[in-house]
Every structure is written in C-alpha cells, then in structure tokens.
C-alpha cells in the first residue's frame, strides 16, 4: 500500500512540474533583448537609459542578463532584489516577445508600499593602516517621502576621524518626476591622528585650525536636464568648534552646483557605461562665511562589460582656492583613491591640489587594479604615486590587498568591507 502511494505522489509532482517545466525549457532558448523596469510615474529601459532609484550593483544584475539566454529561475531572484530596496509592496515580472525573433523583453513593475521601514549599513570598512569605519541608518519611505537617521563612525574619507548622528530627508517626486528635494544634517565629533598634529605643529600659520565638533545643514535640489544629465544646486552651512579653551565657532557657508551626466549603451553582448561630473563649491563673505574659499572637481568614469569581463576607468581631479577647512580639503590613500598607501604618511593635513587615476579589471570576483594619483599644496612640488592590488568584489562586498610601489619595502594594505 505504501508504494501505491508513493507511486501517486511522484505521478503528482511529475504533473503539476511538467507545464512550469516545459515553459521554462522553452523560455530559455530565447536571449534577452532588454530589460525594463517601471514603477509609479516612471519607466526605464536599461538597454539604453539608466535610473538613480536603483543602486549600481543591482543595476549591474538586471543589465547582466541581456544578451544572454534567457535564466527564468533568475527572474524570482532579480524581483525579491528589487522588492527588497526599493522596499516595495510587490514586484512583478513578465516575459513580452522582443522586436527581433529568438529574443525577448524582460519586464518588471514595481508597486510600491505605502509605508515601509528598512535598514541599511551605508559601509562596514576594515582598512589595516587606519582601522574600522562603519555607518547605518534606519528609513521610513512613505511614497516619494523618504526619512532617514543613523549613526557613523569613518577614519577614511577625510583627514579626521569622525562620529556622531546623521539624518536626511527625501521628496523624489517635487510636482514632477524631474525635480527632487533632499535635506542632509549631520552632528559630528572630531578626532584627530597623531600624525595631522604634529603637521599643525609644525606649519602653524598656513594651516587651517582643528576643531572638535561640527555640524552641517546642507538643502539640495536636483532637476532633471535631460534623461541623461542632471543639475544639483543647493547650500551647504557648516559650524565648526575651535579646540582650545575658548571653544569659538566658525562658519563656512557655501553655495553648491553639480552637473552630473550618466550614459549606459548597450549593444550585442557588452555594455558600455559612462559617468561625468563637475562640481562648484563656494563659500564667500555674501554667505557671511569666515572661511572664504572656492572648490572645483571634476571626474570621468568608464566601464566596459562584456561576459565576465569588466574594464573600469577611473580618473578625478580637483583644486581649491583660498582658506578651506581642513573636513572639505583632498585626501588619497584611502579605501578609493591610491589604495595602498597611507593618507597620513602623504599628506596628514590633506592638499589643496589633487589628480587621482585608477584602471581596475574584473573576472566574475576577481579583481586586479592599477591607481595614481599625486595631492599637494599651491606651493609644494607635484609627487605622483603608484599602487597595485588584487581582491575579490561581488556586489557591494570587497577583499583586497593593495601594495604602493615604492624603492626599499613593500607594506601591503588589507582593505575589506562593504563599500557604498
């Protein structure tokens, strides 16, 4: 008797699995012609555009399937990815015959929650010559409303190490899909490397001051140009507490514009993404500032895809002029720019002069790159450095070991983490 049941169960399962089967069999002789992706008020197609709602790993997933043959079982993956980040009450996807036989559309559509509360670790860094750094928030999105607070710890993007609350607003949609509104504020502690004080120590009247604590009040809106250009213009108001017994405050107020272009062309089995921005940053006596000082950068950034191969382009530069304060002045030899080396041994107070450039190429994880890049003051000679490293990346996680290329010893550097 047990064996007659059995016999139907397996009967059963072959039934109810034959159809799903065979649609999957059939479905995966086509290739994926594009993917497009839509939510409320909006529609992307990632054959030739790209979004901002979506981060670049998970864009990178749903762009890798095109061209190649169709995975169903990799759809039900792809949909929970982007339920879960953009925090949405159910995402959707559907098979649509492409424009050409033997190909097909993939398309997901995103609906989203009314109320949803999230967490996110924004970065979870290990550097070996300068520590832990870390950061997480915790949101509430309620249609284009976006509330965010946090907590951040982070010894390496700046010559400070500093800690405190972190809090933002969002509205992505002011009126129309093309105009955006953010409000940042930040309450932060200052500690300072052994190495910047005795820089200050010995460089006293050029140097800006130290401070202990400062805060920033930064609005922004950002306005869609054209599909693929975008304007960010807004203001930045910072308070700085002197070290020192008197524990003065002073300010630096500026205006910010951003020009930022983003282009993703897709073609027969390879993908080419392009990135371009130039910034301003001026704080002037108008602003009622007591730093008074302009800042300009600009960056390139190009990526090749094809397969498992990726080829990444990297190249930034930037200068400042007049009395910026030491939080807003160019640091390398961090986790980004010229990994391998140590920011305090090239430059503890940072520079008012920096280029930086790096060359990476990706197997699947692996990864193997090249950086150079040189910081310096208006009045100090240009020293361009060199490093190398190989790691493995996948998504938002790295492991890599960068050494700098200098005559007498190698130092490697361990840098692991979640890197936004």
């Keep these: 008797m047990k064996y007659a049941w059995l016999g139907c169960l397996v009967l059963g399962s072959l039934l109810f699995a034959s159809p799903q089967d065979s649609d999957n069999n059939v479905n995966a002789r086509y290739t994926v012609e594009t993917v497009i992706v839509s939510g409320k008020g909006w529609t992307t197609n990632l054959q030739s555009e790209t979004t901002d709602k979506i981060s670049y790993s998970l864009l990178h997933q749903l762009t890798a399937i095109i061209g190649h043959k169709l995975n169903p079982a990799s759809l039900d993956t792809l949909a929970q990815n ?3 980040e953009l925090s949405a009450r159910e995402v959707n996807h559907r098979i649509v015959r492409g424009e050409t036989p033997e190909e097909v559309r993939v398309e997901f559509e995103i609906r989203p929650a009314r109320v949803s509360l999230g967490m996110n670790v924004n970065q979870f860094l290990y550097d070996s010559s300068q520590g832990l750094s870390g950061g997480g928030e915790v949101t509430l999105t309620t249609g284009p409303h ?4 946090g907590l951040v710890s982070n010894g390496d993007w700046l010559p400070e190490r500093f800690s405190g609350i972190v809090a933002r607003y969002e509205d992505k949609h002011v009126g129309t899909d093309r105009l955006s509104f953010k409000f940042e504020v930040e309450t932060l502690h200052t500690q300072w490397n052994p190495a910047t004080l005795t820089a200050m120590a010995g460089n006293p009247v050029n140097a800006p001051d130290l401070y202990r604590a400062r805060q920033m009040f930064q609005p922004t809106a950002t306005v869609v140009l054209l599909k693929p250009l975008t304007l960010t213009v807004g203001a930045r108001v910072e308070r700085f507490q002197d070290e020192g017994p008197g ?3 002073e300010s630096a107020d500026a205006a910010l514009a951003d020009l930022h272009y983003h282009q993703n ?8 993404e392009l990135d371009a921005d130039c910034s301003l ?3 002037t006596r108008m602003l009622n500032s007591d730093y008074l000082y302009s800042m300009r950068t600009a960056g390139v950034r190009y990526q090749y ?3 498992k191969h990726t080829i990444t382009e990297n190249a930034w530069g930037g200068y400042i002029t007049g009395r910026a304060p030491l939080s807003d002045r160019f640091v390398l030899g961090n986790a980004e720019y010229l990994r391998g080396w140590n920011k305090y041994q090239i430059d503890p107070l940072g520079g008012n002069r920096a280029l930086s450039n790096s060359v990476e190429y990706h197997y ?16 100090q000679p240009i020293v361009a450095r060199h490093s190398v490293g190989i790691g493995l990346r996948e998504s938002v996680f790295s492991l890599a070991v960068a050494i700098p290329v200098r005559a007498g010893h190698v130092e490697p550097i361990l840098i692991m983490g979640i890197l936004p």
């Design 146 to 149: 976006v509330f965010a607070a």
């Design 305 to 307: 895809r094809r397969g």
């Design 364 to 379: 699947g994880p692996f990864q193997a790159f090249y950086d150079a890049g040189a910081i310096w003051d208006e009045s």
């Design 265 to 272: 062309i897709m073609s027969a089995g390879s993908q080419q």
């Design 82 to 84: 982007l339920k879960k």
């Design 281 to 283: 940053h001026s704080a």
């Design 247 to 249: 524990a003065e405050i």
